[in-house]
């Protein structure tokens, strides 16, 4: 393998202006492309003169310092051109070796198929699902805003950058893209600049036959400047598009850039065959020949890495802006001190005894409370201590319990700590996920858990980036009750269990859901779901040594007064009083048995083997309780356990009666005890235990697995095999 190389001038570029540096950029991505014989050229190779202009005239950044807080941020949201920004940040002097660019999309390497942050320097987030690049960049421009309106003095711009991004149609035509849109529009994120790839195609061909939208006059509609029909390929057309957003007063703005895709590729520019796939060697070199440029595969001219490298550049500007840090520290100490500990993300000093003392305050009180109301109180005690905490809601502020005492909402002309993010639950998720790139924040948000199927893409995201974003998700269960099954959770809660990296919480009274809030806001490296009931939940008596065990996610809440417990039920969030009812009715037939609270499967889950084995032990039967997929407990129960679950939809009706009418009842999950210690260790095959009251209570069902399936009308609340 020959690695990237620079040479010394040649007379094939007698002198340096935009072409050459953009024909680096166009020859290194056909290269990698070429090389790893897999990717997308297309893009690139049309957007590298946008790319080069922006890179080298505008873009406020220190190849040196990749985490200066003040750099402009740009987020390339059409993440499969990713090769563009890898020759960029090689080009401009970034850690990035020309052997990472030879080992595009390899095992191992730093320059993976789609943009990673975390793994490449320079790379402000993941992207390549469409649009949320976009929405990640409004979140981003929102923390830029707000920082700079909590901490800027007059002489003393210490929060003062851009935020750019690149997207292309496809990203457009995502439902995403118009929450996000419609966000920033109406904050007024001024230093919000997106550039549109505007080439007409998408995987499957002319968007005309598919996508006829008015994207100009759209984005118009949402309230930015946008600059019409820019030239992509004109860099002084494009300098005067850039300059022209950069001072704009108000608006976030859109330049729409006519670009070709694939642009110098002999036959296939302006065509579907530039986008997904390696050009082939005759292509590339019709392409170089074209161009005017004879190098070798990756090898760059002298000169031209010199027009490209940015790191003298960037250091003077980042010193610049680090005299006036100084000087700010000098005027205002306490705040210096405080945008520090916020961007570099530590919590506050004083926040331990405060957490603390929130925590033995809600076991003192023994309220008996819905979760979401916990909830609100545990923000009320954290955003006393933690200015950082920046929380909304997806239009249901009233239902979530989001909005603490004197939280003040954010305005186009004011700053603040709450958002209304309107019913756009995708556009949140992702806009909190780009705060938390962003930094000096930790964001919040809430819907129902429902409704987190509007969202999960981003949450996905969340996980993947290890972001520390929080979701938090009220009405968690059937016990949401008359707004029916459209808005009764069913599947969410097991599904989101299933993300990797995904702490979810599901707590069962005011003290758990203090805990699961600490356990969120300490996580610096990943995101956190929160599952709240609207009903009332009763409080559960604990010692101080149980107390602490809360944040392992799963522990012994309740055991036997005397003797061994013959069997464990699991349960959680509302379900586990019920578990507790149940363990009473179990006594009084002489049955011990424990009752486990597992507030959190996936902290659990990380605990070592000694803990869980004592929580769990080895050869004890098992009945999970919860009011939702039964599936996932499998893990838990094994196959001669039983789940107490729920395998349909719910129905309209109050709670306690529809609770009952499924099957959550103590003396249901009394009688699925008892049927497994009956069954020992035997293996049946899967069927339904019969309701309390002793009737089959079967229908049969059409559809399903096939015209012979029964179930129970109930949806199957009780399964074991």
């Keep these: ?65 990749p985490e200066w807080w003040d750099r402009d941020r740009f987020v390339l949201s059409n993440g499969h051109g990713s090769m563009l920004l890898y020759a960029l940040l090689h080009l401009t002097g970034y850690d990035l070796p020309g052997a ?58 210490v929060v003062d950058h851009r935020t750019w991004v690149f997207l292309g149609d496809g990203c457009l035509m995502e439902g995403l893209s118009h929450e996000a849109a419609s966000l920033a529009g109406t904050l007024q994120l001024r230093k919000l600049v997106a550039l549109w790839d505007d080439n007409g195609l998408s995987i499957d061909g002319r968007v005309g036959g598919w996508w006829r939208d008015d994207t100009p006059a759209r984005f118009e509609a949402c309230g930015w400047n946008v600059i019409r029909a820019v030239d992509g390929h004109d860099p002084a057309a494009i300098a005067r598009a850039v300059e022209a957003a950069r001072h704009e007063p108000r608006r976030p703005t859109l330049i729409c850039c006519r670009t070709v895709l694939g642009r110098f590729a002999p036959s296939k520019a302006g065509t579907l065959d530039a986008h997904g796939a390696p050009l082939g060697a005759a292509e590339v070199q ?58 570099a993300g530590d919590l506050p000093v004083s926040y331990p005894q405060v957490v603390e003392e929130a925590i033995a305050g809600a076991a003192r009180r023994r309220e008996v409370v819905a979760t979401r109301k916990a909830s609100l109180d545990a923000l009320a005690a954290l955003a006393a201590e933690l200015p950082e905490l920046l929380g909304g ?28 993010w309107g019913v756009r639950e995708h556009g949140m998720a992702a806009a909190l996920n780009g705060i938390a790139l962003h930094g000096g924040f930790i964001p919040y948000g809430g819907t129902f858990l429902a409704f987190s199927d509007y969202a999960r893409g981003a949450i996905r995201m969340a996980s993947l980036m290890r972001v520390r974003a929080i979701f938090v998700l009220t009405h968690d269960s059937i016990g949401v009750g008359e707004d029916g099954p459209t808005h009764q959770p069913v599947e969410q809660a097991a599904g989101l269990r299933l993300v990797p990296g995904l702490d979810v919480w599901r707590p069962c009274d005011a003290l758990e859901t203090f805990v699961a809030w600490r356990a969120a806001v300490e996580r610096r490296f990943g995101p956190s779901a929160l599952l709240l009931s609207r009903q009332p939940l009763a409080a559960q008596a604990r010692s101080r040594t149980t107390i602490r065990q809360v944040e392992r996610g799963g522990y012994v809440l309740a055991d036997p007064g005397g003797g061994r417990a013959r ?146 009308r109930d949806g199957g609340s009780v399964r074991r095999r």
């Design 1 to 65: 393998m020959t690695h990237a190389t620079f040479l010394h001038p040649t007379e094939a570029v007698p002198r340096v202006g935009p072409h050459a540096r953009a024909s680096a950029l166009r020859a290194l991505c056909m290269d990698a492309v070429e090389r790893a014989r897999s990717g997308h050229p297309g893009m690139p190779l049309g957007m590298a003169d946008v790319a080069e202009v922006l890179w080298t005239r505008f873009l406020r950044h220190d190849p040196a310092e």
């Design 100 to 157: 990472e660019l030879e080992r595009f999309r390899q095992l191992g390497s730093r320059t993976p198929g789609h943009p990673e942050v975390g793994r490449t320097p320079g790379v402000e987030a993941t992207t390549g699902p469409l649009a949320q690049g976009f929405a990640n960049a409004v979140g981003m421009a929102l923390a830029e805003r707000l920082l700079a309106a909590e901490f800027n003095r007059p002489g003393f711009a």
């Design 286 to 343: 019709g392409a170089r020949d074209a161009m005017g440029w004879p190098h070798p595969p990756f090898e760059i001219p002298e000169e031209v890495r010199e027009s490209w490298d940015a790191r003298a550049r960037g250091a003077q500007e980042r010193r610049r802006w680090r005299e006036t840090l100084d000087r700010y520290a000098c005027a205002h100490p306490r705040l210096a001190g405080e945008l520090s500990r916020r961007m």
């Design 393 to 420: 809601s997806a239009d249901l502020t009233a239902s979530t319990l989001t909005r603490w005492p004197g939280a003040r909402a954010v305005e186009p002309e004011a700053a603040g700590r709450f958002v209304h």
């Design 567 to 712: 069997a464990v039920i699991i349960a959680t969030g509302s379900e586990v009083q019920l578990a507790l009812a149940a363990r009473r009715l179990l006594e009084e037939e002489r049955i011990p048995v424990r009752v486990v609270s597992m507030p959190s499967t996936t902290v659990f889950d990380r605990q070592d083997l000694a803990w869980r084995d004592e929580v769990l032990p080895p050869g004890v039967p098992r009945v999970a309780v919860e009011a939702g997929a039964a599936d996932f407990w499998r893990k838990y129960v094994g196959l001669e356990g039983a789940v107490v679950g729920l395998d349909r939809f719910g129905e309209s009706g109050p709670a306690e009666p529809l609770l009952a009418e499924l099957g959550f009842t103590p003396a249901r999950i009394a009688q699925a005890v008892k049927t497994v210690l009956r069954s020992g260790r035997r293996r049946a095959a899967p069927r339904c235990i019969r309701g309390a009251d002793g009737a089959a209570n079967e229908r049969r069902v059409a559809g399903g697995r096939g015209s012979g399936e029964h179930r129970r």
